[in-house]
């Protein structure tokens, strides 16, 4: 099976610009979650997504938004970029059916704000 | 909300040392989840263990949910096992992870 997929994986915006990352989650998996990771702040939850419902949801301004796909691909954008949002953003997967909620997660996409 | 402590913090080895790293939390919780963060980014699942012990050949993890920790023993150390290892519980209901601040291991050789 495949992994978690991300695109783009490194992207560099301009402050006041907004910004949409995609995530593919492993085929089969419905639930998709996003978090974000700064040295300052550690990994974050940013919201969680399952058949296309936003579940769970962390403390983010509004400007941080998602949503998800029918076929469970989910996006997330930022709009009116601060120099605080550079991070990685990874995105993770999950069946979550029966008693398993292991998250797989893919490789990230790195945003820089200048 | 629920606490992740991991320690130590950092941790410098020479290859072929074992080591222990433990994950503190603050409030029962549903699972738990070890992982290790590769140089360019990406969290390697290493254990999924919501109670009881695992192994995977060089690693083995242990949780003792009642008494709210778990242990990763890393044994016989390479330098490819340099990097940051994460502990991740499941805060209440559906699919959020809460993460320890991490232990950056670097093994020497």
């Known amino acids: 099976k495949a992994g978690v997929t991300q695109t783009p994986r490194y992207l560099i915006k301009t402050r006041g610009q907004q910004v949409t990352l995609s995530c593919s989650p492993i085929?089969?998996?419905?639930?998709v979650s996003w978090y974000q990771q700064t040295p300052g702040q550690g990994l974050q939850f940013l919201f969680e997504?399952?058949?296309?419902?936003?579940?769970n949801k962390g403390n983010f301004p509004g400007r941080f938004s998602g949503r998800q796909f029918s076929n469970s691909r989910s996006e997330m954008n930022v709009s009116t970029l601060e120099l605080g949002d550079s991070a990685l953003y990874l995105c993770?997967?999950?069946?979550?059916?029966?008693?398993?909620?292991?998250?797989?997660f893919g490789p990230g996409t790195r945003l820089t704000v200048t | 909300g629920i606490q992740v402590e991991q320690s130590p913090p950092d941790l410098i080895l020479q290859e072929g040392a074992n080591s222990t790293l433990r994950c503190n939390f603050s409030?029962?919780?549903?699972?738990l989840q070890w992982f290790h963060q590769n140089p360019w980014g990406q969290l390697i699942n290493l254990f999924y263990?919501?109670?009881g012990t695992k192994q995977n050949g060089r690693l083995s993890a242990t949780t003792v949910a009642t008494e709210r920790y778990s242990l990763l023993y890393i044994s016989s150390s390479q330098t490819t096992d340099s990097g940051v290892y994460f502990c991740?519980?499941?805060?209440?209901?559906?699919?959020?992870?809460?993460f320890g601040a991490g232990t950056r291991l670097a093994v020497h050789p």
């Open positions: 993770a997967s999950s069946s979550s059916t029966g008693s398993s909620y292991e998250q797989y």
């Open positions: 085929s089969g998996h419905r639930s």
């Open positions: 997504y399952f058949s296309e419902t936003q579940r």
């Open positions: 409030d029962s919780v549903n699972n």
């Open positions: 263990i919501p109670s």
């Open positions: 991740a519980v499941f805060s209440g209901g559906y699919n959020k992870l809460i």
